[in-house]
């Protein structure tokens, strides 16, 4: 687990409603054909949540239309606001490096975080921007969240896209 990671098993109560607004968001995401990736920003004082979005990468083809960028987009639009403080973000996949410099950016107090990303996480893998020298801000993360139920729909998205592999020459068969 990366030091700036909380143990996931302290989560703070509240975060189990909006993961599981998440967890539909990511479904609704597959139901398009986009990586299952759901994510919501909850305003702490209130515990409302503010914005919820899934993928929309290939929709809006937009490489950048990950589901935190524009959940958090939505977010400062309903806040009126660039920054964030006081509100905390539900996501079923460990955000990016891309995603991860967003979220110091609009200063996001939390984040909790279903499955880790070990191939291009950017938080506890990769290049974990929130242990860099040069993030102005750092939220507390949480990772593991509903983490078997996301990582659950992440396989069965890309299982469903990869023809079986099961006998290829030299693997037994």
Not at 22 to 45: D, F, M, Q, T, Y
């Amino acid at each position: 687990m990366h030091p700036l990671t909380k143990d996931a098993a302290k989560p703070a109560p509240e975060s189990a409603g909006p993961m599981a607004e998440a967890l539909s968001e990511a479904r609704a995401a597959a139901e398009r054909g986009e990586v299952p990736v759901g994510a919501v920003i909850v305003e702490r004082a209130t515990g409302a949540i503010i914005a919820a979005a899934s993928n929309r990468v290939v929709e809006l083809k937009d490489p950048t239309a990950h589901a935190e960028l524009l959940a958090i987009r939505d977010a400062c639009r309903a806040k009126g606001s660039e920054r964030l403080a006081g509100c905390d973000l539900h996501v079923t996949l460990e955000p990016c490096a891309m995603c991860a410099q967003a979220i110091a950016f609009a200063r996001i107090d939390r984040v909790y975080f279903g499955a880790s990303d070990p191939k291009g996480g950017g938080v506890e893998h990769g290049a974990r921007i929130f242990a860099q020298a040069t993030c102005h801000h750092r939220p507390e993360v949480y990772g593991g969240l509903s983490e078997q139920a996301s990582a659950d729909l992440l396989r069965a998205f890309f299982a469903a896209r990869r023809p079986d592999t099961s006998t290829e020459p030299g693997d037994g068969a």
